[in-house]
């Protein structure tokens, strides 16, 4: 190449981004017509629009910044924003913007974007982050957008690390992208105050999010939490005022957890072990739930927040043991996975003080009459502990599993109701005094799977002793 071409070429070059710096004046004329700025002191009078407030462009007069925050600023969003294609830091918020958040998909170097409590009433275009690879922290919070859902388009946003969407209409299911397959640097997932329903998808467990915060949805989500068992990165969880229900699951490997907001839910059953013992923990919200057993007891380190009669816990008194009859009753709820019904009347730590389906001769447990309760689950052999008890009614249920054998040990045992549910397997030896009820069990008396698997490994094996001897 001549030197006279490579004069040319520059020539060329220049006169290209001079073209994108004219339309970029253009762009930003545009801008500064759709905002009122006089009451704010923004000074944005001068002809060349990179010596405006708040604005910065680079080398080539290319806008980079625009950070308007915290201003008072009244108007609109020119549509035109989505084509100042060397844009990096876009911010307006804590203003008084109204109208549509302009279409900024393509802008490929945008890293952050933060438009939150302002006034946009319409819906962010579908392919909202589509094209915007740079992009690494969106916060569009407490804007009363029409209805929408969080569009598929933020896949394409690979680089997101915070993702803040409180407050501002969301209506769907969580989608199911969030893992780190697909968003490997995303730690913070804000969702507060929407109107999200259904579950947390099984691909949160693959995530590497540290902060998760789904509270108050309305209606409200309304699963189980077992997942968090594998957000094992987590430091902060909010998930109060939803419909969660179930038990905690085992938390050991959240080793780094800090927050843990479970208020104003219906988790049932004993806070586990594994979540009292996490040595990273500073604040726990327990206070409305149907949490049961034992008072939990954290380290004093821990800021608790578990109002004894907005729970079920059997004593007021953190890591008091509950009476034994409580725990059988409790252990017994367990393996029908803790049912809210139960949970709701099995209060305090008197289960003669009229428990549902239970009933006591003086502080005796004779009867437990669980008919018809939608049980599901399986008998808990921990009915054997409770050695005064004369009657078990568990009919017409959906109950699995077999009738332990630990319950033929009850010295007072005179009925085992268990007919019409899914029992499997040998009926064991009850003393002949006892009636045992097992109609309407298609499965009664043939083993499962597996134990014609043990029984047949057994013959083989005594066959195979018998040829030896
Ligand atoms: C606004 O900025 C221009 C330069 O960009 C300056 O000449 C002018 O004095 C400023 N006006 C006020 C009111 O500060
Ligand atoms: C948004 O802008 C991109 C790039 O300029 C364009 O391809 C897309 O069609 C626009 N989307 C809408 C909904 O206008
Ligand atoms: C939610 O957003 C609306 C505006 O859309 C705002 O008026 C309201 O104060 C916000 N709520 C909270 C709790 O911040
Ligand atoms: C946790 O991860 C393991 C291994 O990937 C998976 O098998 C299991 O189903 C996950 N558990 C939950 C509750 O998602
Ligand atoms: C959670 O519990 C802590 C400790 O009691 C309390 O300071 C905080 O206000 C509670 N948070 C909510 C949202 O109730
Ligand atoms: C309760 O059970 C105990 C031990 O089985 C027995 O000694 C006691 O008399 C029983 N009380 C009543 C009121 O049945
Ligand atoms: C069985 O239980 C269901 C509720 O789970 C109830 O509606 C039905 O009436 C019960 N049937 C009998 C025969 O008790
Ligand atoms: C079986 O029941 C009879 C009559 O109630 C009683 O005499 C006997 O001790 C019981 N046997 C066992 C092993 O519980």
Not at 219 to 227: G, N, R
Not at 266 to 294: A, M
Request: aromatic fraction near 6%; charged fraction near 15%.
């Amino acid at each position: 190449m001549t030197r006279s071409h490579l004069c040319l070429l520059c020539l060329l070059l220049f006169l290209l981004n001079f073209a994108a710096s004219q339309d970029e004046a253009t762009i930003m004329q545009s801008l500064k017509s759709n905002l009122n700025l006089v009451p704010t002191g923004v000074n944005w009078s001068s002809p060349d629009h990179c010596k405006w407030d708040n604005v910065q462009c680079d080398a080539s007069n290319r806008v980079t910044r625009i950070q308007l925050n915290e201003k008072g600023i009244q108007g609109t969003l020119s549509p035109f924003l989505g084509k100042l294609s060397e844009l990096v830091i876009l911010e307006f918020f804590s203003n008084k913007l109204s109208g549509k958040i302009p279409n900024l998909s393509g802008l490929k170097h945008l890293q952050i974007l933060n438009l939150h409590d302002n006034l946009f009433v319409s819906s962010v275009s579908l392919n909202l982050f589509s094209g915007m690879n740079s992009l690494q922290e969106v916060y569009l919070d407490n804007n009363p957008l029409a209805f929408w859902e969080i569009p598929e388009t933020v896949k394409e946003a690979t680089s997101l690390k915070i993702l803040s969407l409180v407050n501002c209409s969301i209506t769907g299911s969580i989608p199911d992208y969030f893992s780190s397959e697909t968003l490997p640097y995303l730690v913070s997932l804000k969702l507060s105050q929407n109107y999200l329903e259904g579950e947390l998808p099984e691909s949160l467990g693959r995530s590497s999010l540290q902060q998760l915060y789904l509270d108050r949805q309305q209606p409200y989500l309304d699963t189980s939490i077992s997942v968090l068992q594998n957000m094992t990165s987590l430091v902060e969880i909010d998930l109060q005022g939803n419909a969660f229900s179930g038990q905690i699951p085992d938390l050991s490997g959240l080793q780094s957890l800090r927050l843990f907001n479970v208020r104003e839910n219906q988790f049932t059953g004993v806070v586990p072990p594994s979540l009292t013992g996490l040595k990273s923990l500073t604040v726990v919200n327990l206070t409305n739930n149907c949490f049961q057993g034992p008072l939990p007891l954290f380290d004093k380190s821990v800021a608790v927040d578990a109002i004894t009669n907005t729970n079920n816990f059997c004593l007021d008194t953190p890591g008091a043991p509950c009476d034994p009859r409580v725990d059988a009753l409790i252990s017994i709820a367990e393996s029908f996975g803790y049912p809210l019904k139960l949970a709701k009347s099995w209060r305090g730590n008197d289960p003669c003080n009229s428990w549902l389906g239970i009933t006591c001769s003086g502080s005796n447990v004779t009867v437990v009459n669980l008919e018809s309760q939608e049980l599901t689950g399986t008998i808990s052999p921990s009915f054997a502990k409770l050695t005064s008890l004369e009657t078990i009614f568990l009919s017409n249920n959906s109950l699995t599993g077999s009738i332990p054998t630990e319950l033929t040990t009850l010295p007072k045992l005179r009925t085992l109701d268990v007919s019409h549910n899914n029992i499997n397997g040998d009926v064991p030896k009850f003393n002949e005094s006892v009636n045992v009820v097992t109609a309407g069990n298609a499965n009664i008396g043939k083993k499962d799977r597996f134990h014609r698997l043990v029984e047949l490994l057994e013959k083989m094996i005594k066959g195979t002793l018998a040829k030896k001897e």
